[in-house]
């Protein structure tokens, strides 16, 4: 019936009907790509293809400084690290992002990583390995043990099983490891269960910490079968126009125990005018061990004082001490520091284990490395508003300090330090003549994400544009496969 | 058999990627970047532009 009545139609009605039917099927088309009904979609960039007709999803690699684009054809990654972002036109649950890329990295730059922004008040991206020449070119006499994409390397025969090993790790007592397995065990990628021991457990008093620090904060706690009372003095110095809300995480073993918060609720702020805050975290049944307090604020707020009931903490990873106005001792237990003068003002000669380093340079990250063994290192700054990194822990008493972490297989790893184990989750990348092509997913569940834009990350740690070394990273592809819940398990509400 | 003039071939022509284009459009502001990523619209306009001049010339 319907060829009948088309048949009887004038060409031009045909022809008519023809365009609508065409612009028809573009609009289902395009509707297809925006909503994605079959959960998976891949996007990529193939830096060597000039022909591209749209504005396509992933883009350009900032900042401009961090990456060379007229040495060759392809983009090459010269500092550290380099951000691009990938629009999507609906939400996904996971990614896995895979890179080719050609390496012209020497051996201070052994780790390539990858990573998306997870958290944008704190900055913090979640890092998945791409690439660790340290682990690639791993030769230990004993037999690896893999398994579900961890691998255990040892310095000899000790265990044929993982499940020995775990065990052993556990209660703190692993074959060849008269010491702390913290001595003897290092980790990629891996949080293993692992006890840690507090050394020479004694009464803890209540301290007062009045060196102010700046932005998000890390701290450790060992308690045994005492309360806990936190109570922090904030000044939000609303430099920026964006909230700046407010939350202090108490953790153990990954599992959230207490949280506390204050939103922002200054929407417009006075630029520069300042606002005290405090918050307070108490919990008073808790079981003994090790426990994470994650301080949330972003960089426009300052802790002012820390009251807390338990002297027997320390700072992880990172520590901004600002506006004290008087020298600074830090002690931590890590044998090289990245520095950072925030201001000019902060330039300084910098003593570290008893060596003086120059601080000669303001926003610009400096690598000191200590060269005596001292288990305990002091750190002497004679001004503040300077951003202090290591591998380890840090603390303003000397006998306060512990490490409750296992040692990082990071670029300043050596194996000279008496490691028998070595335990990560990671899988060499594939290489092809010359070329790499490395992986890594992500959990994009609950990541932030603005204007339909996905943020991630390279890293190659130690990658500096104005060393004077040709070092680099050619990238040639990237491509992203996002895959998530498809348009029947959205309309059932099913998945996520 | 019926044949179509190509004064009116180019006009039908000229129609269509108006239409085409204001479509796309339309689904570019409803959903930002939907067509845009995979299409710049500057060639489909460029097509409409020489297209209609066509269709002028032709008339």
New interface residues.
């Given amino acids: 019936m319907m060829m009948e009545f088309f048949r009887k139609k004038t060409l031009l009605f045909k022809l008519r009907a023809a365009q609508i039917a065409l612009i028809l099927l573009v609009v289902l088309v395009f509707l297809f790509l925006k909503i994605v009904p079959l959960g998976s979609m891949a996007y990529s960039k193939d830096y060597s293809s000039r022909l591209r007709s749209g504005k396509g999803f992933i883009y350009s690699f900032t900042p401009a400084e961090r990456v060379d684009e007229k040495s060759g054809r392809l983009p090459r990654l010269i500092g550290d690290p380099v951000y691009f972002s990938v629009f999507t036109p609906r939400t996904f649950s996971k990614v896995k992002m895979t890179v080719t890329y050609k390496s012209q990295l020497t051996s201070s730059t052994p780790i390539v990583e990858a990573g998306v922004l997870a958290d944008n008040i704190v900055w913090r991206y979640d890092l998945q390995p791409l690439d660790n020449k340290i682990l690639d070119d791993l030769r230990l006499p004993g037999r690896p043990l893999a398994e579900n994409g961890v691998t255990l390397w040892q310095a000899e025969n000790n265990y044929q099983r993982f499940s020995d090993f775990f065990a052993d790790l556990k209660t703190n007592n692993l074959e060849a490891c008269p010491g702390s397995t913290a001595s003897c065990l290092a980790v990629y990628n891996y949080n293993p269960d692992f006890n840690f021991q507090f050394p020479g457990l004694k009464d803890s008093l209540p301290t007062l910490l009045d060196v102010p620090l700046r932005g998000a904060h890390t701290l450790f706690f060992y308690i045994n079968n005492e309360p806990l009372r936190l109570d922090l003095k904030f000044v939000d110095l609303n430099q920026d126009k964006a909230a700046d809300p407010l939350a202090i995480i108490l953790s153990k073993d990954g599992k959230i125990v207490k949280q506390v918060s204050l939103a922002d609720e200054n929407a417009n702020p006075v630029g520069g005018q300042e606002e005290n805050k405090s918050l307070l975290l108490e919990e008073k049944n808790l079981s003994p061990g090790l426990y994470k307090v994650e301080i949330k604020i972003s960089d426009d707020t300052v802790i002012k004082s820390l009251q807390s009931s338990l002297d027997r903490f320390v700072f992880s990873g990172r520590i901004w001490p600002v506006s004290s106005g008087r020298a600074l001792n830090i002690y931590t237990d890590s044998s090289y520091l990245q520095v950072k003068a925030f201001v000019p003002a902060s330039v300084q000669n910098i003593s570290f284990d008893g060596e003086t380093f120059v601080l000669s340079e303001p926003y610009k990250q400096f690598n000191f490395k200590a060269d005596g063994g001292s288990p305990v290192k002091e750190i002497k700054l004679t001004k503040d508003d300077v951003i202090l990194e290591a591998g380890g822990v840090f603390s303003f008493s000397k006998n306060m300090l512990f490490n409750p972490l296992l040692p990082k297989v990071d670029r300043f790893f050596s194996l000279d330090n008496g490691v028998n184990y070595i335990l990560a989750d990671y899988q060499a990348p594939r290489i092809k003549d010359n070329t790499t092509i490395a992986s890594a997913e992500f959990n994009l569940i609950g990541v932030y994400r603005e204007k339909g834009k996905y943020n991630f990350m390279i890293s190659v740690p130690g990658l500096k544009n104005d060393d004077g070394l040709d070092d680099y990273l050619e990238i040639s592809e990237i491509k992203m496969e996002f895959s998530g819940r498809t348009l029947w398990q959205k309309l059932l509400g099913r998945g996520q | 058999m019926?044949?179509?003039s190509k004064k009116?071939i180019a006009r039908?022509t000229f129609?269509?990627l108006f239409?085409?284009s204001l479509?796309?459009v339309f689904?570019e502001i409803m959903?930002?970047?939907?067509?845009?990523?995979?299409?710049?619209l500057n060639?489909l306009f460029l097509a409409l532009v020489v297209s209609g001049i066509y269709s002028l010339i032709k008339k």
């Fill in positions: 019926e044949k179509l009116i039908e129609y269509f239409w085409l479509t796309l689904l959903a930002p970047n939907i067509v845009l990523a995979y299409f710049n060639y």
